[in-house]
């Protein structure tokens, strides 16, 4: 490739001096822009020594809070728009279906939405003053048993009408009574997950649930405004890849489950790992919509960028930019790792395309 | 294991793909679905393999109604046209797959590998990945991984559609071969008809969503049922016509052809194979027909040439063999054509019932009358 590039370049013929300029321009920019200010917040961090600095990061109370809760934000943001990510790629990479257009545009919504407004439209669904917010408060805890039981019955009707036997010969015992297995089995699943949510009093009681101002709203707000990262890097994979050796493996005999496992995700697995990353440091790094619905209480709902905020707004420069060296160390780890995966990627396709000249020469 | 399909319709959209098709394969036949591209012959295939649904209509195999089984369950080893090998894997996990899904005891896996290697002669490149391999031998890899789990029915979809001449050639031969050795039924889609009389036992040819003949490679040669299947098999001139009391008018002109088959009065196609075609310099009572030469080809076997008549200006093309004596012929010259083993055809193209034990084409008939 470099080659190529070079030879291109060199056909392009241009008088030295201008080729010089613009290379020297770029370099600029980029000293300017981003050389000079990244080291800055490593130097501004150390400033009063590396004892203080350590200090500042694991013991300052408010400090430390803000890192662990961003590490349980950041990591449940980013799983559930794996999960998705992963099936709504699928769905519009796999099949057509009224809506699908839709659907692709709907994905990049929370890209073209100012997260301050995303934000709002959470404080707006589940706010003190908003449609849902008094109810979960009132009694939020107390509909959570049969939430998460009804999801569980949900779950296994799903599960048995997926893995019935089509064909009429292979319906044995509990798969030849639909209407009975769903009822009964459910009912069963019901009581089975229901009992001991309220014997071991699962969710607290006289307590009432907080999803604005709390982790639940910093979870849904990061979530909203990271998901098109692995939906967007995984559609045109799985696009690209079709429907050929997937069919295959079901005419091999494997099931669905196989199939998702051994042939889907190591085909897309480059494309995942990219969305993840990318996802990841985006969903750290949030500021805008977290902001909005976080209500600032230090200690609890402050995330790494907000205690940033706070610190600077404190005059605690060394404090501030201690934070800020943290999310800068993520930032170049996501840029090594993409460049990873670009190398590995490359070589994937290098080593590949290479015994195939071998052979056709 | 022999399969019988019955009535089985199958629409897209507005597109009807299959028309009620029936068909019996019997147990150890190689048979091809041949036809034009949307005549549908894929998409019987993948009804026959469970990875499409049939709108109404069965398929039975054996005796049993797998209409509505997965294709997971319907032991059918599938070759797809673009292969469809499994890029992260090697040619020989490839190959396991089947069994390792199916829960083989690993040495049983590693025996039953070894085997297709070596049946593939591929021995060698076993740790290849798919994009490593050459297109004959992806083709081969894929061969093999459906066979592996000794499938009852091997489907091939256009298998030798993506390769070049030379190796499409070779593969032919060896797939033939192959059916001879291991004797599992197997039925594979092509548009080439070489290709179908080359290596198949029996041969569907369909058309617009239906079967038009079914019969050995010889019978649908040398008896084909309709005028599409008299056209699609080689190369043909088609004169449109009428015929009245067993004589066929040649479109408005005054040209007359017996006719020996029972058609009825009416429209109709008349079809002469190009190497059926005589042209002579001088005319005779053979060779009624006035035509001017427009293009001769001398390259090849043989020699061809493209007429054009004087009287309504449609164009015939002949093949003329050298070896029997061509006559000069100058393009602009005017020749006289003569017409051997005619076949008339109703112009409804209605499938006639079982084909006319009467072989009409063994007799020459051109004459001009009037």
Sequence with gaps: MSAEGTSVRNSQNDAVWVRRTLTGFAVLVIVVLVIIPLVNVFAQALSEGFGTYWDNLFHDHDTFAAIKLTMIVAPTALLLNLIFGVTAAWAIAKFSFPGRTLLTALIDLPFSVSPVVAGLIFVLIFGLQGYLGPFLRRDGYSAMPYVLSLLAVALYVLLYLGLRPINPLELRGWWRHPWLATLVGGGLVFAVTFAPQIYFELWPRDTSLKIIFATPGLILATAFITFPFVARELIPVMEAIGVEEELAAVSLGANGWQVFWQITVPNIKWGLIYGIILCNARAMGEFGAVYVVSGHIAGLTDTMPLRIEKLFQEYNLPGSFAVASLLTLVALLTLLAKIGVDRAEANRIKTATEGTNELRS | ?370
């Design chain 2, 1 to 370: 294991m022999s399969i019988s399909i019955d009535r089985v319709y199958k629409k897209f959209g507005n597109f009807t793909a299959l028309d009620g098709v029936s068909l019996d394969v019997p147990d150890g036949t190689l048979l091809a679905l041949l036809g034009p591209s949307g005549s549908g012959k894929t998409t019987l295939l993948r009804i026959i393999a469970g990875l499409e649904v049939a709108d109404s209509g069965t398929v039975i195999s054996d005796g049993e109604d797998i209409t509505q089984q997965s294709a997971r369950h319907r032991k059918v080893g599938f070759v797809f046209q673009h292969y469809a090998l499994f890029r992260h894997m090697t040619v020989a996990e490839n190959i396991a797959y089947g069994l390792k899904v199916r829960k083989a005891p690993r040495k049983q896996i590693r025996e039953r590998v070894d085997e297709m290697l070596h049946l593939i002669r591929l021995e060698t490149l076993q740790n290849r990945y798919p994009a490593q391999l050459s297109g004959g031998q992806r083709q081969r890899v894929a061969l093999a991984r459906a066979l592996a789990a000794q499938p009852s029915v091997l489907l091939l979809d256009e298998p030798f559609g993506a390769l070049d001449a030379k190796v499409r050639q070779e593969l032919r031969q060896w797939i033939r071969r192959l059916h001879d050795e291991i004797h599992v039924t197997s039925i594979f889609v092509t548009h080439d008809q070489e290709e179908a009389f080359e290596v198949a036992d029996r041969v569907v040819v369909m058309n617009h969503a239906r079967i038009e003949q079914i019969g050995t490679p010889q019978d649908v040669y040398s008896h084909p049922a309709t005028a599409f299947v008299y056209q699609f098999l080689g190369n043909v001139t088609t004169f449109g016509g009428t015929v009245r009391d067993a004589w066929f008018q040649l479109g408005q002109t005054s040209t007359y052809l017996p006719v020996t088959e029972p058609v009825r009065n009416g429209p109709a196609i008349a079809c002469v194979r190009n190497h059926d075609v005589k042209v002579y310099t001088q005319p005779n009572s053979a060779a009624p027909i006035a035509a001017r030469i427009t293009h001769v080809n001398a390259a090849g076997s043989v020699v061809r040439v493209e007429l054009e008549r004087t009287d309504d200006k449609s164009r015939i093309a002949a093949e003329l063999c050298k070896d029997n004596g061509v006559p000069p012929l100058q393009p602009g010259a005017t020749a006289y054509v003569e017409l051997r083993n005619v076949r008339v055809f109703p112009s409804d193209a209605a499938p006639p019932h079982p084909s006319p034990a009467v072989d009409a084409t063994r007799q020459p008939v051109a004459r001009a009358v009037g």
